[in-house]
Structure formats: structure tokens, C-alpha cells
């Protein structure tokens, strides 16, 4: 079995980051080079975390080995006790070969650096410039990125300057390696630290108001109201944007050396204002060179940033709008079915979708209505208190996993319980458990949190390459920071233990950060208890609070906007039923 395992969850979470990027992406759409490269960073993300419980359990094995190979070795004075000569070691049946794992980490963890600060931030400018051409493009992306990468160089170049002055260190390459390992986990923890706060409550939160009916009825409302204002200004805003493109097609002609810019220009826009504005079209009429009035090569590639941007945000809305449709539907059928006396389900319109046979036979109306009003408010209360847990588990130990003597981190107990008994598979799973945990709050802040409509991860295909390459930029920042805050809250960290232990093989590649004693004894340490103010500032809904009285309207039950936004949502979706009742009753008649 050895390195199976290992194989095994490579090819796994391959397929899973596809899965995902599929749901999020648009394969036929968006630009091979984009798709290829949020694939590839997402893909090495995961794997960091799937394969750590591999490396926890391997290097436990190892230290039991050293220890069974080994004799008392004095340390200052004092004898250290190691393991007796007679104990037996126990190979994992997920152990993976010496010198396998440091090659493994030293390839996934450069090449996700080298996307995140370097070949990412690149893309996410050409995706966004309205360019004609390649060479257009690379040099609109290489001036937007100078003040970008030479902000980086700034900040690596002061902690340079601060190893060099320092007379206790003799400037080294491996020691260079850790600087810039250093400067770049500190950002990711910085950022780490304030997403985990909010997910570590935001989740429980939503599952236990996942149980109340009406209350995902209410939000859906309030959502469906201010997804008609977006759509509406989307779709004004692209109505402006077409206008301007009729008026630069109409004045630059078809011998016009700008003509092939404003083709371009044309394959952009949607089918409708492509056939429109053929027809208003006049091919035959020359262009005059003494004319002053016609648009220059700058104001096309604006124009057709612009296009790019209008398009893709009008055809999200109309997309989006449509799934809530159907979301607040499916709730309202809900609320009817829960007093139903037959315990049938009955939906108030057919799926547009043609269902799965298999699916459909086994999840009959009855088995439909048990779920949908009977076990699912439950089964949801109950996977809340089970995350509230785990989250209380979290913020007890980021806040104490500096303490070795007692040990009070919980999860460093859990594992050294185990690793007495070398139980790999208990040690494997309660590592994957905590990981995981860990990166589902922060991934899913990733996946909620919108920045205006600049960033903005849309599911069913809808989000554009730049939201797509920035997600990809955050998951590579924010993942290698993630897994040493886990293994210090494991104590699988010697720089929190202070043992002098084997390191596991992603805490060796990570370097030793004693090279800036004021980061790792430090920063690591107590930056991570501010999630206990985080936790409760997101507990009292602080920043919904703010947001809200900036004029962003936040779903609040105790606002009066929130109550306006709710009746309004509520007449939308209303007005819609009625809409698609009309329809079906027409092709009923039909038929």
C-alpha cells in the first residue's frame, strides 16, 4: 500500500477541483489559459489538504522508529527519555516512502507561489484588458501589475534589510528562502485569521437557519428584490453600452483601418444588438480621411473593456434570477406542503429539467414530502450544533495552543492520545476532520464574500475569468498559512512544541522561522486569538450592522428597510407565479 494512498486522494481531489471549477466556470466560453490556470491553483490548494493527515501519520511513524533505534542522549544536563528498545513500530497502511513527501510539497508549494504572486495577478489583467491583440494585452497587463509587484519587492526588501543588519545572522540562501516564505505566510495569516472569524459562526448559523422555513423564505424575498435592482441596472447599463458601440459602428466603416477593432467589438455583444445593428449597417459608404470625429484605438479597447464587462454581468443576473425563481417557488410549495394531509409532496410547477429516472423512482412524492417537512429541518439543527462545536473546539484552541505544559489545545490532545496507542487511522481521520473543518470556513467566506461586482464567485457557470484567477490567487495565500496554524494547534509543529522532534515534511520545507524570532514567537502566536473578537463581532452581526447603515442593504430582521425590501421581493416573485401560470395554461391549451 505504500504510496497508494497517496495516488489515490492525487487523482481524487483532481476531480473534485474540476468538479467545482465546472460549477463555477464556463468551459466553453472562458479562455483555455484561465481554466487551466484556476484549475491547476485550486487543484494544488486541495491537495495540500488532503495529503497533510498523510505526512502527520508518516512522520509519527518515523519519530516511533527513531525513537525505537535510539539510546537516552543527554541535553543540557538532563537525560531525555525516548521509547524502549522493545516497543514495536506499526507501519500506517497509508505510509508513504522516505523522500517521497519533501520533493511532493517542495513542487506544490513553489508552483503555488509562483501562480499567486506572479503568473495569476498577470492573467487576472490581460483577462480584464479590452486589447486587440496579444502584445496589447501583455503591455496593459505589465503596467497595471508595476506598482503590484513593486510593492512586493518593498516588503521583501525590508525584511532583507532586517536579517542583514542583524549581527546575530549570517545571510544565507535557505535563509533568504525563509524570509520570503515568512512575509508571504504573514499576509495569508493576516487575511486567514479574519475569514476564519466569520466562517466559524457564520456556518453553524446558517445551517441552524437552515431549519426555519420561514425564515429562508423571507431572505429568498429579500434577495429576490435586490437581484431585480441589479438586473435592471445591468441591463440599462448594457442598453447605454450598446448604444455606444451602434454609434462607433455606424461612423467607423468597412474600409476603415479601425474596422477589424470594432468587429471584435461586435462578436462580444449579444445575438439581438448583433443582428440590429447589421441592419442599420451600411457597408457601401466609404469613410472620409478628413474627418476629425472618429474614435482612436484607445477609446475602442475602453469600449471594448466595456462591452466585455456589461455582457457578462447582464447575462449573470438573468441567469441568477432565474435559479432564484425557482428557489422561491420550491420554498412556498414547501410552507403549502407541510400541512399537507396526504403527505405527498405536489409541486406547483413541472421542472423545465428533465429529471433522472433512477432519482425520480427512488425519491417519490411521499419520500419528498418526509424530507422536505419532516427530516430535514432537523437533520439541519442537528449538523448545526455539531459545527458549533467543532467551532467552539477551534477558538478554545487557537487561543491556547501556545501552551505546552499542560497541553490545552484540544485538538494536540486528540492527536497525542493517539499517537501513544499509534492508532494511524484514528490520528489520520481526526487530522482530516480538523483540516477540513478549517478549510471550509475559510473556503466558503472565499466563495460568499463579494467585492462590488468585481469579485464575485457565481455557481451554474456565471463568474467571470477575473473572479475566477483571483480565487485562485486567494486559495494559494491563504492554504500554506492554514495548514501551519493546524499543525501548531496539533503541537505537529516544533517551533509550538519546542521539542526536538522530527518535523513532518511540510514543516521542513516551510523552513525554520527562528530566522525572525519576532514572527514566530510573536505574530503565529497570539494574532490568531483576535478570532475570539471576530467571532463575536460576527455573533452580533457587527459588520452586517455597518454595511447596512453605509446604505448597502444587509437581510436584517429587525430593519424597517429590511421589511420594505421583503414585501417587495414577496410581490416579484408573486407577479412571476403568475407569469408562468399564464404561460403553462397557454400550452396546455395548445397541446
Known sequence: M????????????????????????????QHRLVIIATLLAWYLCFLIVFILPLDVSTTIYNRCKLAV?????????????????????????????????????????????????????????????GGFSITGKIKTALIENAIYYGTYLLIFGAFLIYVAVNPNFNLQWNQLQT????????????????????????????????????????????????????????????????????????????????????????????????????????????????????????????????????????????????????????????????????????????????ENKIIQYFYTPTVEWYWECLLRPWFYRVLAVVLATFSVIVVWSECTFFSTKPVLSLFAVFIQLAEKTYNYIYIEMACFLTIFFLSICVYSTVFRIRVFNYYYLASHHQTDAYSLLFSGMLFCRLTPPLCLNFLGLTHMDATISHKNTQ??????????????????????????????????????????????????QQFMGDSEMTSDLIDEGKELIRREKRKRQRQEEGENRRR
Open 2 to 29: 505504500s504510496g497508494a494512498a497517496l495516488g489515490l486522494e492525487i487523482v481524487f481531489v483532481f476531480f473534485l477541483a474540476l468538479f467545482l471549477l465546472h460549477r463555477y466556470g464556463d468551459f466553453k466560453k
Open 69 to 129: 533505534n535510539s539510546s537516552p542522549v543527554e541535553s543540557n544536563g538532563s537525560y531525555v527519555t525516548l521509547a524502549p528498545s522493545k516497543q514495536k513500530c506499526f507501519k500506517p497502511w497509508s505510509y508513504i516512502p522516505n523522500g517521497i513527501m519533501p520533493i511532493f510539497w517542495r513542487v506544490v508549494y513553489w508552483t503555488s507561489q509562483f501562480l499567486t504572486w506572479i503568473l495569476l495577478p498577470f492573467m487576472q489583467s490581460y483577462a480584464r484588458s
Open 179 to 354: 524570509i520570503g516564505i515568512a512575509a508571504a505566510n504573514t499576509w495569508g495569516l493576516f487575511l486567514l485569521v479574519l475569514l476564519l472569524g466569520y466562517g466559524l459562526v457564520e456556518i453553524p448559523r446558517s445551517h441552524w437557519n437552515g431549519a426555519k422555513r420561514g425564515y429562508l423564505l423571507m431572505k429568498t424575498y429579500f434577495k429576490a428584490a435586490k437581484l431585480m435592482t441589479e438586473k435592471a441596472d445591468a441591463e440599462e447599463n448594457l442598453e447605454d453600452i450598446m448604444e455606444e458601440v451602434r454609434k462607433v459602428s455606424e461612423s467607423i466603416k468597412y474600409n476603415h483601418p479601425l474596422r477589424k477593432c470594432v468587429d471584435t467589438i461586435l462578436k462580444k455583444c449579444p445575438t439581438e444588438y448583433q443582428e440590429r445593428m447589421g441592419r442599420n449597417m451600411d457597408d457601401y459608404e466609404d469613410f472620409d480621411e478628413r474627418q476629425n470625429n472618429y474614435p482612436s484605438e484607445k477609446s475602442l479597447v475602453k469600449l471594448h473593456k466595456q462591452v466585455i464587462y456589461s455582457v457578462q454581468r447582464h447575462r449573470r443576473t438573468q441567469v441568477q434570477w432565474q435559479i432564484l425563481l425557482e428557489q422561491a417557488f420550491y420554498l412556498e410549495d414547501v410552507a403549502k406542503n407541510e400541512t399537507s394531509a396526504t403527505r405527498q409532496f405536489v409541486h406547483t410547477f413541472h421542472s423545465q429539467e428533465p
Open 503 to 552: 518535523p513532518t515534511a511540510y514543516t521542513s520545507i516551510m523552513g525554520s522561522m527562528r530566522v525572525l524570532s519576532f514572527i514566530a514567537d510573536g505574530f503565529y502566536i497570539y494574532y490568531p486569538m483576535l478570532v475570539v473578537i471576530l467571532c463575536i463581532a460576527t455573533y452580533f452581526s457587527l459588520g452586517t450592522r455597518c454595511l447596512n447603515l453605509l446604505g448597502f
